[in-house]
């Protein structure tokens, strides 16, 4: 299959399907794709040529700045795949200890006029056991990043959520370049109230403990450990947050997860209840990347997601202070060449 071909004949026909059944074929051809060399060749012409853009965070060697964001593949099944189209990292989950559901369908929903979706997934996955399965599968020697987005499960209460999240990292840990702390999903309730200076010091207290535990256990170096948050912060809750960070030594921070506000949008879809992603969250992600790189004098590494769907969105935030940058809902409307595209626009671009 040729790039165009895929691009004139598969491309819009899934955007006519409802978007998870269209995201359920996708995952299901990317996983027979990287299953077999013609697949993965094919996989390797949709993304072009991608040109090393090699970006060092601490002990993480990204290979270009373009990443996959979370909850795209939620359970691990084709992070080749999406490696092989041009993704230098990929964020798998939101995981939680156990498998759960989520939410009822339909819970995905398109606004194409403002690039944009809503979804009120719930974080439904099989679990962290059976995705570090596949994670183990994968070769160690790998040209790209794999993160794991930690999670707890739907009915485990706040004072609880402490435990889930460390029993993720620990089934995780051995698998993943970096570990992601989700505290920043509308979709589980309460979630984000972990963001607050209540809970959030003591489970990152955890989790950094955990962390140098299980590191020292094994011989390997802890794991780097991100939070990542929402865009509806105040900037004092967020200058709160950041010090927490600081002070119980997190590795960095992701910028951001999906909104609760609905401003300007066009499409009736918005009534619906969830995070919106894409083009309408652009500008205030961007806005708090750097809030954050002049607040921290660009000491604590940011990942900036956001409304990326082209190389001057993801320009924009490594101008503001990203790292790195990922992407979700520009995936869904760019189509499966959208990462080696950004990457080489970047690359021609730079001075
Ligand atoms: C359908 C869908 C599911 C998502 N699931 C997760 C998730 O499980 N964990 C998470 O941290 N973020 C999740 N996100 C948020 C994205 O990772 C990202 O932060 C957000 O969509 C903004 O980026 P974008 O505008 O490029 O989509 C999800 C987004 C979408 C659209």
Known sequence: MTNSSYERLFFPALKRLDPESAHDHTLTALALAQSNPVGRAALKAIAGAVPARPVQVG???????????????????????????????????????????????????????????????GFP?????????????????????????????????????????????RAAHAYADYLAVNISSPNTPGLRQLQGGRYLYELLRMLVTENGRLA???????????????????????????????????????????????????????????????????????????????????TLPIIGVGGVDSAAAAREKLDAGAAVVQLYTGLIYGGPGIAGRIVRELAANAS
């Open 125 to 169: 996955n099989g679990g962290v056991e059976a995705a570090v399965a596949r994670l183990r599968a994968l070769p160690i020697e790998r040209d790209y990043l794999v993160g794991v987005s930690l999670g707890k499960q739907k009915e485990t209460p706040l004072e609880e959520a402490a435990g889930d999240y460390v029993a993720v990292m």
């Open 59 to 121: 002990a993480l060697h990204f290979p270009n700045p373009i990443g996959l964001a979370a909850g795209f593949d939620k359970d691990a099944r084709v992070v080749a795949g999406l490696a092989l189209l041009g993704f230098g990292h990929i964020e798998v989950g939101t995981l939680t200890p156990r498998p759960q559901p989520g939410n009822p369908r339909p819970r995905v929903f398109r606004l194409p006029a403002d690039g944009a979706l809503i979804n009120r997934m």
């Open 216 to 298: 020292s256990a094994t011989g390997r170096a802890p794991k780097p450990l991100w939070v990542k948050i929402a865009p509806d912060l105040e900037l004092s809750e967020l200058d709160e947050i950041l010090d927490t960070l600081l002070m119980t030594g997190i590795d960095g921070i992701i910028i951001a997860n999906t909104t609760l506000r609905r401003d300007d949008l066009t499409e009736k879809a918005k009534s619906e209840t969830g995070g919106l992603s894409g083009r309408p969250v652009r500008q205030r992600s961007t806005e708090l990347i750097a809030h954050v790189h002049r607040r921290t004098n660009g």
